[in-house]
């Protein structure tokens, strides 16, 4: 059984693209890659990296603007709590 | 709802995040096809920083992390050990 989990297939995917990259940057293929589309080739780890940091900002940046309080869920709590508290207390309950 | 300031910093990171994006996607990916004499080029720095700068970034990045996690640990392990004197 080949051990799958989501790291080996993102470093799968990695290790593809990279060889990929490594191909097109030394020249394995027969194919003419004119200087400037070399010059935009060379970056593309980087690119690829960048990519990633910005998705994660955005995630995180989204999820903290649509974040949601709930003071009603926070204020029914400490009723709740205040509650126990005195039924525990009239059950003889030292705090 | 999210309170005003999380709103800001959320919102201002997004922002962030696009501006690097568009920045160095220009920067990458359309400069080097645009004539070396046109105007955008005057707002980038030469492409061999577009490497060098990013990968600096990373470096003292993971320095900053290092760091941090060096400092906690040592903290912590300091803690530890008054915590055993006093026992």
Same mark, same amino acid.
């Given at each position: 059984?080949? *051990? ?8 799968? #995917? &990695? &290790?593809?693209? /990279?060889?990929?990259? =490594? %191909?097109?940057?030394? %020249?394995?293929?027969? @194919?003419? @890659? ?5 010059? *935009? ?6 690119? &690829?990296? /960048? ?6 900002? @955005?995630? *995180?940046? =989204? ?9 009603e869920?926070?204020?029914? @709590?400490?009723?709740? #709590?205040? /509650? ?7 059950k003889?309950?030292?705090? | 709802?999210? !309170?005003?300031?999380?709103?800001? $910093? ?32 005057s $707002? ?18 993971f320095?900053?992390?290092?760091? $941090?996690?060096? !400092?906690?640990?040592? +903290? ?6 008054a +915590?055993?004197? !006093?026992?």
């Open positions: 059984m080949v *051990v799958c989990t989501k790291l080996v297939q993102w470093l799968a #995917i &990695a &290790a593809f693209f /990279m060889e990929l990259w =490594y %191909g097109l940057v030394v %020249g394995w293929f027969p @194919i003419n @890659i004119s200087p400037q589309l070399y010059q *935009v080739l060379l970056p593309m780890p980087l690119y &690829a990296i /960048m990519l990633l940091g910005c998705y994660s900002l @955005i995630a *995180v940046g =989204y999820q903290l603007m649509t974040f949601s309080d709930c003071p869920a926070a204020d029914e @709590i400490k009723q709740e #709590i205040q /509650m126990a508290k005195r039924d525990l207390a009239s003889g309950f030292k705090f | 709802m999210a !309170t005003l300031s999380d709103r800001i $910093f959320g919102g201002s990171l997004i922002l962030l995040a696009l501006a690097i994006f568009t920045y160095y996607t220009l920067w990458v990916v359309i400069l080097p096809f645009l004539d070396p004499d046109h105007f955008l080029h $707002f980038f720095l030469p492409p061999v920083y577009a490497i060098t700068l990013p990968l600096g970034g990373i470096a003292a990045l320095v900053l992390v290092g760091v $941090f996690v060096a !400092t906690v640990m040592i +903290k912590d392990r300091a803690k530890r050990k +915590k055993a004197k !006093t026992k």
